[in-house]
């Protein structure tokens, strides 16, 4: 009979050989899925996972778009991995990053040249005749989006330390609310004056003060990339060398412990919700500014949720996050790809990323247990 | 002699690393109180977890009037006609006794009827206790019972009881040993695990003491002395704790008036606490467990807050002041549970070095951790407190009992407190290192700290303790020098008579005077 | 759906048979999660295995043409799913946070990959009981006897876990495992099985609800149209501090609060509907504020061993 024995200390190889080995997992299981839905398992596979980086075809295409896809799920879930060191929840990234990015629509909209400035934006000889160069908007805009992402994160923050209320419903639960709000939004208050009626925000893009455009031509390098960067930094020197971080990790591991260490919990948790909705509402302001260029109905594309991925598959480690970021953009441009080649449809991608956490979390097992084959013993 | 009840031979069982019970033999008669001795880690669990079918020996047979016995569950052991009071109880705190009763009963009768069948079983052992109350309201030693008549209510042949006398008072232990008497007098027989060499003196006519899992001797308690057992069980000769005589030192901790609502339904509020210790004295606080030990540790540490005159160190009020502000001022502390409050238990020894130690010992600068430091203060509480462990990488969940708790109080110690607070110091931990941890809070009241002992180990209390006192339902008695004090003193302020006895005394004394005033008046 | 064009013409009779009606999917999956979490397991994987429900559900029905069919395989769907979940969290010991998550995420883009081709398809109907003679009176009639069948089973599914919890001796053995699973276990209670079995209870009831929403509350399929109800039952538990019966009130209360806000929306109120579509979503936050702030009574309530992760050790 199979049992499962505790290991005294968790198994350093096990702890980074897990994901590499739910990875595998995975691509055969999604194969398996693939062959299922009448495609070619193997090319499938190959379209995801190596056409996006060494196809002549599509390569040129797709790695920039590594580097775009890449970096919001990192910003998101580096702020997510602290948080769940501590044991705190926040699964709403998705509302705080959309929450982010109408802010920071809002502040470039509001200062959006009045008149008809649309087509001048498009000729070179464009000159800003009477206003001087606005270089604070940007990072005004940053810091709005910042800043919306994270009062959307105090709600559930603030609730949970008051009221003692479940910060994981909370959040989620705001995840819908921010989803009605974008609608409103893009039917409504942000509608662009000139988009005869049609939904959705003006084209941040033809406004460059305020856009996010492409740092290094053809790279994908944006400032959100470089906002990505930082935080993974950032993050590496707050959990393994500052104070901050070993009372983060203590307090998931032990609360009574952090408590008697002279943690104050209501603290950690405004510290951990409030700096992954910050993060995850710059996401959003990136986004919106740069890659998606506009506010729309469906604006979110569920970067919140992957990003809870990402989080776990890098062993919510910094170092890890951003491998398992990298690895995650790729499935969602090869998941493009397949889709466009193949007709594989795109919820295949969805379940694929699902299954992948599912590996993770069973394989997880075996850096913190040993399977031993033993007689088998009443253990009732 | 006649058959015996149950009959153990040749015994084994193996863990990954350790021989819990090496060839084990002995039999248990009819009618008998039969102890088994040891002290923690001698493989006692091991071998009863055998007898009631929760673990499969790996060599062996065991035989229950002459009949071949390997219960494969416990549910076979009952039938058979085992039934097992736990050490730490299997009860459910939001359900009440009736409910906790039928849960262990392998054919329970309807709730209502049972609920009667409690209340008679009950009175005719003389163990009260209502079938309708919620667990978790009930006192440790009225859990006991509800394990008790738990067992009793399935009319066992052999009744196994864990260390039963852990929590209870000295009282309590009196109507335990009755019961227990009784059931004697019935034809059953009882298998009573213990430490406590007294006990099993008064109790048992055959003892079988087991150390490292063998079998060092069976014997009958009554005909050996304490000393003798104490050696059998040991294995060496012990040696008190020793520490010269002290002088009265300026107080440097005061308590006055704290109360404390209790954190959670089931735990304890404080009522009116107030004490003060000197520097060089130990204070010892006895108490049956939840009686608001983990709550005044929790006030005396800053975990819970309290009202700001309520504490005061060398003459500043604390109250309010959160765990690292009354470490930085000298106040230190280790709770009683190792694992997940004293250390984090998948945290390695040297983050759990850095836990309490980062201000005193200088770990952190900045809000940046110095590992290298906080390694090395690992290290040196690791040396000067003889941890057994391959380095300050391991994690503490890999140390055992004893190891970790040194660990835990070095680590304080070696901080230099003013004044240390300790719970349970040596709750599980072997007699070798229990006996090193008590000489460590010696020494440290002996360089001139404050030092305060919780702790539900009476002996150990008398032992190291130079005042005694007894929390009793979230009250603290007045305390007493230790010099002088009965057992049967010490069991009254155990059940919050205590200070009834004082008030007795103030009377006796008020008559006496006057009395002598009569006496003036008449001359 | 209502057609009232003002405020004073919406019905109050047709608003509480409405009710029940919005109800009956969150109360399904929500006894569901009680008795799960009775058991001591929180499952925050109620949404993904809704929406599989949902989806295997409306594939059934539309395949055999037989709702009770499809109504059936919502459940095996929404178990199917559960087991998933029991095994990392019982056998393989993950975290039951994360592996809920886990659920949760798979199940969305498992239903869409399943539903494709059956958006704008028409499930079969589901016929309405008949009670004869009760239908027909007044106001009392077309509240209560008008309905699905759905709506009364998910009554009796709340009576019987209500009677099971209270007085079987099975109800009893989970609610131990759920309270304390180490005295539960040393007693020689078989913690992993009972909650194996609580979990797959749970999925099933989540997928029967799922399966309401396709075939009878909507009827139609699209992704993602469970739209928070699974969180939203998560909630419901907490409201109901554990019980069978509260559970029924809250979900009845908060079908009265979709329902209005339909209506509104039908009756041509002022607010955009974005912004009355927020109201359910509000609503159970500030039942979750309200329900958690009473602290000492959410103690006593809650299972004692909820979420805990147990291995039985030697």
């Known amino acids: 009979m199979l049992r499962l024995e505790r290991r005294p200390q968790p198994s350093r190889t096990w702890v980074w050989a897990a994901p590499v080995l739910a990875v595998v997992l995975t691509m055969l299981a999604g194969g398996v899925l693939f062959a299922a839905l009448g495609k070619d398992p193997v090319a499938a596979i190959r379209l995801i996972f190596w056409d996006p980086l060494f196809s002549q075809q599509f390569a040129a295409f797709s790695r920039p778009q590594l580097l775009v896809k890449a970096a919001p799920l990192i910003l998101i879930a580096i702020g997510l991995a602290i948080g769940f060191r501590a044991n705190i929840w926040n699964i709403g990234a998705e509302g705080q990053y959309i929450i982010g990015a109408l802010c920071a629509a809002a502040v470039a909209l509001a200062f959006f040249p009045a008149g008809p400035v649309d087509a001048r934006f498009l000729g070179l000889e464009f000159t800003m005749d009477s206003a001087p160069s606005r270089w604070w908007l940007f990072p005004l805009m940053i810091a709005a989006g910042a800043a919306g992402g994270f009062v959307w994160a105090m709600i559930p923050a603030i609730l949970k330390t008051r009221f003692n209320t479940n910060e994981i419903l909370v959040s989620l639960l705001l995840v819908y609310v921010a989803e009605k709000l974008l609608a409103a939004a893009a039917l409504g208050w942000l509608r662009n004056p000139e988009g005869a009626g049609f939904p959705g925000s003006r084209n941040l893009s033809r406004f460059p003060e305020a856009a996010n455009l492409e740092l290094i031509p053809n790279t994908g390098m944006h400032w959100g990339v470089v906002a990505a960067i930082i935080a993974v930094i950032f993050g590496y020197i707050l959990l393994h060398r500052h104070m901050l971080g070993f009372q983060v990790q203590l307090a998931g591991q032990a609360p009574r412990a952090a408590r008697f260490a002279g943690v104050a919990p209501a603290r950690l948790v405004i510290f951990c919700l409030g700096l992954s909705g910050l993060m995850a509402g710059m996401a959003g302001m990136f986004e919106v500014t740069g890659p998606a260029r506009m506010i729309t109905i469906d604006f979110n594309a569920g970067y919140g949720f992957v990003a809870i991925i990402v989080a776990f598959l890098g062993r919510l480690h910094p170092v890890g996050i951003v491998l398992a970021g990298f690895l995650m953009a790729l499935t969602y441009i090869g998941g493009e790809l397949a889709q466009f080649t193949l007709g594989l449809p795109s919820a295949a991608i969805q379940v694929f990323q699902g299954m992948l956490l599912f590996f993770l979390l069973a394989l997880d097992m075996l850096s913190n247990y040993r399977i031993r084959l033993t007689a088998r013993e009443v253990t009732p | 002699m006649s058959m015996p009840l149950l009959a153990i031979e040749g015994l084994t069982k193996t863990y990954p690393g350790v021989i819990a019970n090496q060839d084990v033999s002995f039999a248990i008669g009819e009618g008998e109180i039969h102890a088994l001795l040891g002290e923690n880690g001698a493989g006692k669990s091991t071998l009863v977890k055998a007898i009631y079918g929760l673990i499969r020996p790996d060599a062996g047979r065991m035989l229950w009037r002459g009949a071949p016995y390997a219960p494969a569950a416990p549910h076979e052991a009952r039938a058979t006609g085992v039934a097992m009071v736990f050490q730490h109880f299997s009860l459910f705190d939001a359900m009440d006794v009736a409910e906790n009763v039928a849960l262990g009963m392998d054919s329970p009768p309807p709730i209502r009827q049972l609920a009667a069948n409690i209340a008679q079983v009950s009175t005719d052992y003389g163990l009260p206790l209502d079938p309708h109350r919620l667990v978790g309201d009930l006192s440790a030693g009225e859990r006991q019972r509800v394990e008790i008549i738990r067992c009793l209510l399935q009319n066992p042949q052999l009744l196994i009881m864990d260390e039963p006398t852990s929590v209870l008072t000295p009282q309590e232990v009196e109507i335990l040993f009755q019961t227990l008497r009784k059931l004697r007098g019935e034809g059953r027989s009882i298998l009573y695990i213990s430490h406590k060499l007294d006990e099993i003196r008064a109790l048992c006519e055959t003892a079988t003491i087991l150390r490292r899992g063998k079998l060092v001797a069976s014997c009958d308690p009554r005909q050996s002395s304490a000393r003798d057992l104490a050696e059998m069980m040991v294995g060496t000769a012990l040696q008190p704790p020793e520490r010269a005589g002290r002088a009265e030192g300026a107080v440097l901790l005061q308590v006055e008036g704290l109360n404390l609502r209790a954190p959670s339904a089931f735990g304890t509020s404080l009522k009116d606490v107030s004490f003060a210790v000197q520097a060089g004295e130990i204070l010892g606080i006895g108490g049956v467990a939840g009686n608001g030990q983990d709550e005044l540790l929790a006030a005396l540490s800053g975990e819970m807050r309290a009202r700001n005159g309520a504490i005061t160190l060398e003459g500043r009020p604390l109250g309010r002041a959160g765990p690292n502000t009354r470490r930085a001022l000298g106040l230190l502390c280790a709770p009683e549970e190792r694992l997940g409050h004293a250390a984090a238990p998948d945290m390695s020894l040297t983050e759990n070095a850095l836990m309490t130690g980062a201000q005193r010992e200088g770990l952190v600068r900045g809000g940046f951790i110095d590992w290298t430091r906080a390694r090395g203060f690992a290290e040196q509480v690791i040396r000067r407190f003889d941890v057994r462990t391959p380095g300050p990488d391991v994690t503490a969940r890999a140390l055992s009992g004893g190891n970790l708790q040194k660990f835990v109080i070095g680590r304080e110690i070696m901080q230099r407190p003013r004044v240390l607070v300790v719970n349970q110091p040596t709750w599980g931990v072997d007699a070798a290192a229990a006996a090193a941890i008590r000489q460590a809070l010696m020494d440290l009241a002996q360089n001139g700290a404050a030092v305060v002992v919780i702790s539900q180990d009476l002996d150990e209390l008398l032992a190291v303790a130079d005042r005694f006192c007894a929390l009793n339902a979230g009250r603290l008695s007045a305390p007493r020098a230790v010099a002088g004090l009965s057992m049967e003193q010490v069991g009254l302020m155990l059940g919050g008579a205590g200070d009834m006895e004082v008030a007795a005394d103030n009377a006796a004394e008020t008559l006496a005077q006057a009395r002598s005033g009569v006496v003036h008046a008449e001359a | ?314």
């Open chain 3, 1 to 314: 759906m209502i057609a009232s064009m003002d405020l004073s013409s919406i019905n109050p009779v047709v608003l509480a048979a409405a009710l029940m009606v919005a109800a009956t999917p969150i109360l399904l999956a929500a006894i569901g999660e009680l008795v799960v979490e009775k058991a001591g397991v929180l499952n925050l994987g109620v949404e993904g295995m809704m929406i599989t429900g949902a989806v295997t559900g409306f594939a059934f029905a539309v395949a055999t043409g037989n709702p009770y069919l499809g109504m059936l395989a919502a459940v095996a769907g929404g178990a199917g799913l559960a087991l998933i979940f029991a095994l990392l969290t019982q056998y393989l010991m993950a975290n039951q946070v994360a592996t809920g998550l886990a659920l949760t995420l798979f199940g969305l883009g498992f239903s869409a990959l399943l539903g494709q081709g059956y958006s704008g398809v028409s499930p079969p109907r589901t016929p309405r009981m008949d009670f004869g003679p009760l239908a027909d009176i007044p106001v009392l009639g077309p509240i209560l006897f008008r309905h699905d069948p759905l709506v009364y089973v998910s009554l009796i599914i709340v009576a019987a876990v209500w009677w099971f919890l209270r007085y079987s001796r099975a109800g009893r053995i989970l609610r131990a495992v759920g309270e304390n699973h180490d005295a539960a276990h040393a007693l020689g209670y078989r913690v992993r099985l009972v909650r194996v079995a609580a979990i797959a209870f749970g999925g099933a009831c989540a997928g029967l609800g799922g399966a309401y929403l396709s075939l009878i509350r909507v009827p139609q399929w699209t992704e993602g149209m469970t739209a928070g109800a699974g969180w939203i039952a998560l909630a419901l538990v907490v409201f109901a501090a554990w019980r069978p019966w509260r559970a029924l009130l809250g979900a009845y209360l908060f079908g009265g609060i979709v329902t209005l806000q339909l209506t509104l929306q039908a009756a041509g109120w002022r607010i955009p509907v974005e912004y009355l579509a927020m109201a359910p979503y509000l609503v159970t936050i500030v039942v979750l504020v309200i329900m958690s702030s009473g602290r000492a009574r959410r103690t006593l309530s809650a299972p004692g061993s909820l979420g805990r992760p147990f291995h039985a050790a030697g």
